[in-house]
Nanobody
């Protein structure tokens, strides 16, 4: 089973940018659909974006046009480029992997804090 480690979080001012990375162990990374989720304090975890095994992407409405998800199968790594960050993007960001339709492998999360 793949294991996931996120990195790249931090503190940034509103309007700034960050790039999150999700490094996967194992040799089967390309067989997984990959996604980013986030959870803000006091709120439920929510979907942010995902990318299929063949590179098809989806985004939640609130990040469309500001965030870009990508993957590099040769490096076993997924990325989330986040531009024009807003205070409401503040959350713990998780990456996840799915063999089928359910995301059942999760990383530990990386904190993103956007100051106003």
């Amino acid at each position: 089973q793949v294991q996931l480690v996120e990195s790249g979080g931090g503190l940034v001012q509103a309007g700034g940018s960050l790039t999150l990375s999700c490094a996967a162990s194992g040799r089967t990374f390309s067989s997984y659909a990959m996604g980013w989720f986030r959870q803000a304090p006091g709120k439920k975890r929510e979907f942010v974006a995902d990318i299929s095994k063949i590179g098809r992407t989806r985004y939640t409405n609130s990040v469309e046009g500001r965030f870009t998800i990508s993957r590099d199968n040769a490096k076993n790594t997924m990325y989330l480029q986040m531009n024009s960050l807003k205070p409401e993007d503040t959350a713990l960001y998780y990456c996840a992997a799915a063999v089928g339709t359910i995301y059942d492998v999760w990383g530990q999360g990386t904190q993103v804090t956007v100051s106003s």
